[in-house]
């Protein structure tokens, strides 16, 4: 295949398609994905050995991550792959639930997921050039990026850059009373980075993250905690994987107690979170074990799980006790808890205070709108998570990758995935909170399932050369035999009398019912259905299960796609000929709201609605101009003409 | 740029006053090229007003100048009031148009230029076109509730008993497995949804009176043929009640009388006489007569004591069995006890004790707080609102993703109510409403 991109002859280290700026989960998604749109693409990193790097809790996935990762493996992404390379306890959360609402989750070894990240990107990414090095400042011409320059000196030009670069602008780290500057500010010359983004115009927020201390295993009283197994078999994350081959490993749990929750009020005046030491706002959903005693006082303890490091790594993660207070306090609460009475410390606790840059400054491509042809994602843009990060990385890798060969943005939308509603959200509300996937983030949650990102995600990734063969090939089988098992399903049908006579309970109603709305009741299964018809037992295991997930919401999603047809026309109102400052001509709008709009420029009044603060009049007077201002240019248009 | 327009802003016909309005940053201009000057913000003036660039007077004048920030369009505003004839309004009009910068303005403008300077919302636009619709006394109160933006404030509660509920079933699904709210769980969401169902279904209940006032309180009149039908409509619309409008039905064989009684507007439709009959066409016309009964609010029915009377088992309207001509010689019983009302078309006997009776099953169906519901697609909102918010307490057993669907499409209706989704067809169905010079 021929592509348009600039530089793709040239052979010289120092030009690429794009070039990505970190090697964490952002960076290595970006610069794969731009790699498997074919951009020549140069990732940079301080060294080869942070690829990978698990830096918090050891586990990827959850309620909303693990939508986010299928996603990312449905768009032939790494994230999944690694996750099952390293994966030491598979748990889909949920599972007593309805399929819409599970989320596959895993303990990874952190030494594993490293490997396997390193072998990924360095082995199997065919246009992927590592460069270690830092970089120090942006090269720019005419309000646009044309490159990165090295701490060394080097000059390195791009059609396009993507920085990943997490949490390296004024990072403060505190644990008890002290405090220590950390990333590089102040200390390195990439101070002249984080200036160079600041004097573009960037805004800038304060969030604050935690991380709880790390224990040391060999010092934890094991049989006296409950056990907690992985699922068996364990679910892989990817369509690749067949079977998950690493050795499983279970986790355990602890509470906190009576006695910790006393030590810590005791001592909430040494807590850097309560002195104001610490200002920047902190993950509501994910709060330090001083902040959940101080805020739900009257519960008498906590839960605490105990997560493996590794397969042959001493390290605990105790899940659920992030603190930034003083070290002989963290002593005391991890001697509290049963189990942990003699546990050694091998690492303390602390928070990380940073700067982000307001990601309503970013289209939805996630170029910035301050500066062409540079991309953002991760942490810098005030999320948390590695799979917000990762998901981020593939949107601005392959866009970066666009950009550079002049194609048009790729836009994710918000009714087609979670990957659409996390940059959706990020552009349009902007973050107050460092910013985590949740499910309940989508409306359109019955559609949105990890059990079928492929089915929403892969035809599409595979339009855009994002999904390579092999997938496509296996995806192409799956989407037959769904089709073939649906269209067989929806052809058998019954009597409620000839159902009554296989022992199946229907409405004496007369009518007819086929096997696919059959299986939308709640007592009806897939037993019950190869009772009646033998033939169903033909129908491999995993794709009898999508069929009949398809079949539970099957009537719920028809009426959903009604919803998603009325929220598309105002989709259509445009409001992209509104350039920043338009707005200060529509009189009637608050001051709030008239600033949001200049920030942000929703395209559309369908994403004006999601403006946090939005009010039916105010959205009715943009939808007024907007109109106003189509009927001035069509009139325009014509008499130009 | 606001262009600057004017139009006759009161009634068309012969009438005391007529205003003429003229709105936008020309507004002054304009009012300096009749009056010569200006007169005092917000105050009425007396003035004469003369052709532009010329000394022939057009008519005196009450004038009265509004600024940007205190006026109801949001721009400069002038009125003119001038003497009601015909004439005069033509001649005001045509020098108006010879202001550069002026012209008339186009159905809605006004209202237009008020929303889009964030002078009044939607729902606002609404009830104001039901306020310049007014035509009784009951319909002008109705739509001053709209305005006063009851609606907004009861969506708001909806919505926020809504976001409560959909909280815990954020919570359940998504922080179950971390251990710190899964014994929480959706405790006292039913009551929450209880009290989302009243309100909502307490909204609908008020939506057929508010239907019932903004368009008129429906009254069939239904009977064999020849049972003095048309008499008594004609005989009920010449009497103290006023004709507000008269216009054939949707077919020949309806023919509706609007009528103003103690200041509610009411609808009377004439049917086609009820009978067996192979003749199509009357046929068809029985068939509408019938069509006119279920949709009534009140259903007359006309017994002259001769032909079989109508029954009434298969109405779902209310309706009063009334015996007419009673002047005339008849073969039936002259009082008959199944008849509430005996009356005389000819002889007037009995016809104010029927509007009495008509009036009684109006208030009937008017108690209470004005309606929150007015408009079809108001009410279809909040009744999808009513159907999601049931399906989530009916569901709720097979599974929390259910719940949490119907929740959102609860709330995506609510949205709709209030205009913050499907703001373009909103848009088009209000302002194709409005009329010049509103």
């Not at chain 1, 030590?263 to 993950?283: E, H, K, M, S």
Request: net charge negative.
């Amino acid at each position: 295949m021929v592509r348009a991109f600039h530089y793709t002859r040239d052979d010289r280290l120092n030009r690429f398609d794009v070039i990505v700026v970190g090697g964490g989960h952002a960076g290595g998604e970006a610069a794969a994905a731009a790699a498997r749109v074919g951009a020549r693409t140069a990732l940079i990193t301080f060294s080869k050995a942070n690829l990978g790097v698990l830096s918090c809790n050891p586990a990827i996935g959850g309620l909303g991550k693990g939508h986010l990762v299928r996603e990312i493996d449905a768009l032939d992404g790494i994230m999944g792959r690694l996750a099952d390379a390293s994966g030491i306890q598979f748990r889909v959360l949920n599972r007593r639930k309805g399929p819409a609402v599970r989320g596959p989750r895993a303990q990874a070894d952190r030494k594993l997921y490293r490997q396997a990240a390193g072998i990924e990107l360095l082995e199997k990414t065919p246009g992927l050039t590592l460069i270690e090095g830092e970089v120090t400042d942006l090269l720019v011409a005419d309000q646009a990026v044309t490159g990165v320059e090295l701490a060394d000196g080097r000059e390195i030009q791009a059609g396009a850059v993507v920085l990943t670069t997490g949490t390296f602008l004024r990072g403060l780290v505190h644990l008890g009373e002290e405090r220590w500057s950390a990333g590089r500010i102040g200390e390195q010359p990439s101070h002249r980075l984080a200036e160079r983004l600041l004097a573009c115009g960037f805004a800038l927020g304060r969030l604050k993250t935690g991380t709880p201390p790390r224990l040391n295993g060999r010092t934890i009283q094991w049989d006296a905690l409950a056990v907690q197994e992985g699922d068996d078999p364990p679910e892989p994350f990817s369509s690749l994987t067949t079977t998950i081959t690493t050795a499983q490993a279970p986790c355990h749990i602890t509470r906190t107690t009576s006695a910790t929750h006393a030590l810590i009020r005791a001592n909430l005046d040494r807590a850097p979170v309560f002195t104001g030491q610490i200002g920047g706002q902190g993950p509501r959903y994910c709060p330090s074990i001083e902040d959940k005693v101080n805020r739900f006082g009257d519960r008498d303890g906590h839960q605490v799980f105990l997560e493996p490091e590794g397969l042959d790594d001493d390290a605990v993660y105790p899940n659920g006790i992030s603190t930034s207070l003083p070290r002989d306090v963290q002593a005391g609460i991890v001697h509290s808890m049963p189990g942990l009475e003699k546990t050694e410390i091998l690492q303390y606790g602390y928070a990380i205070e940073y700067d982000f840059l307001d990601p309503r400054g970013l289209f939805p491509s996630l170029e910035t709108k301050h500066l062409n042809r540079l991309f953002l994602a991760g942490q810098i843009n005030g999320t948390t998570g590695y799979e917000e990060a990762a998901a981020q990385g593939l949107v601005a890798g392959l866009n970066a990758a666009r950009r550079a060969g002049g194609q048009s943005a790729v836009h994710f939308s918000r009714m087609q995935s979670y990957i659409g509603v996390l940059v959706d959200d990020l552009v349009t509300q902007g973050v107050t909170e460092p910013y985590r996937m949740f499910t309940s983030r989508s409306e359109f949650r019955l559609a949105l399932r990890a059990d079928n990102a492929d089915l929403r995600l892969t035809r599409f990734g595979s339009e855009l050369k994002l999904v390579g063969a092999e997938r496509l090939a296996r995806f192409d089988t799956k989407e037959a035999a769904l089709g073939q098992a649906k269209a067989l399903l929806q052809s058998l049908s019954l009597t409620p009398r000839e159902a009554e006579r296989h022992g199946v309970a229907l409405n004496q109603d007369g009518v007819r019912r086929t096997a696919f709305e059959l299986l939308s009741y709640p007592h009806i299964e897939w037993g019950h259905l190869i009772r009646v018809w033998p033939a169903l037992a033909a129908i491999p295991g995993l794709v009898a299960d999508q069929a009949a997930i398809e079949a539970k919401y099957a009537v719920y999603l028809g009426r959903q796609e009604a919803d998603i047809a009325r929220l598309q026309r105002d989709e259509q109102l445009d409001l992209s000929v509104f350039d920043s400052g338009s707005y200060d001509g529509i009189a009637g709008l608050s001051n709030e709201i008239r600033l949001k709009l200049n920030l942000i420029r929703p395209r559309s009044v369908a994403q004006a609605r999601q403006i946090e603060g939005m009010t039916p009049a105010a959205l009715t007077l943009i939808a007024v101009h907007a109109k106003k201002r189509g009927e001035r240019d069509r009139i325009a248009a014509v008499t130009d003409s | 740029m606001t262009e600057t327009v004017f139009s006759l802003s009161s009634g068309k016909g012969k009438a005391g006053i007529a205003v003429i309005r003229i709105s936008g940053p020309l507004a002054g201009t304009a009012l300096l090229a009749l009056a010569g000057a200006l007169p005092p913000l917000r105050q009425a003036t007396l003035m004469t007003l003369r052709r532009p660039g010329s000394d022939v007077i057009l008519d005196r004048a009450l004038v009265l100048l509004f600024a940007r920030d205190r006026s109801f369009t949001g721009e400069p505003v002038a009125e003119l009031h001038v003497h009601g004839g015909p004439a005069v309004v033509r001649s005001v009009l045509g020098a108006l148009a010879e202001v550069p910068g002026l012209r008339m303005a186009v159905p809605g403008e006004f209202t237009r230029q008020a929303l889009g300077n964030g002078r009044i919302d939607l729902g606002q636009v609404e009830a104001l076109a039901d306020l310049i619709d007014a035509e009784t006394e009951r319909q002008r109160m109705q739509a001053l509730s709209g305005l006063a933006g009851m609606l907004g404030a009861a969506v708001r509660d909806w919505r926020s008993l809504l976001l409560e509920a959909k909280a815990m079933v954020a919570a359940d699904i998504d922080f179950s497995d971390e251990g710190d709210v899964a014994d929480q769980g959706l405790r006292g969401i039913d009551s929450l949804l209880q009290r989302l169902e009243s309100g909502l279904e307490g909204a609908l209940r008020t939506a057929d009176r508010g239907r019932m006032l903004v368009d008129g309180f429906r009254v069939a009149i239904i009977g064999p043929p020849n049972a003095g039908k048309s008499t008594l409509l004609n005989a009920l619309a010449r009497r103290d009640v006023a004709i507000v409008s008269e216009h054939a039905g949707t077919t020949r064989d309806v023919l509706e009388v609007k009528l103003d009684i103690d200041g509610y507007a009411v609808i009377l439709a004439d049917t086609a006489g009820l009978r067996e009959t192979s003749d199509p066409v009357e046929r068809m016309g029985i068939e509408r007569a019938r069509t006119s009964a279920s949709k009534a609010d009140l259903v007359l029915l006309l017994d002259d004591g001769e032909s079989e009377p109508p029954d009434a088992d298969s109405l779902t309207a209310p309706s009063i069995r009334v015996r007419t001509k009673i002047d005339r010689k008849a073969a039936g019983p002259l009082h008959d006890i199944s008849c509430r009302i005996h009356l005389s078309a000819h002889t007037g006997e009995g016809l104010d004790s029927l509007t009495e009776q008509i009036l009684l099953a109006i208030r009937e169906g008017d108690r209470g707080e004005p309606s929150l519901l007015v408009h079809e697609r108001q009410r279809q909102g909040v009744e999808r609102a009513l159907a999601a918010v049931q399906g989530a307490q009916r569901e709720a057993v097979r599974g929390v993703e259910f719940l949490d669907h119907h929740l959102q499409r609860a709330d995506d209706a609510l949205k709709e109510v209030i205009g913050l989704i499907g703001v373009e067809e909103v848009l088009g169905a209000v302002f194709s409403r409005f009329c010049i010079g509103k």
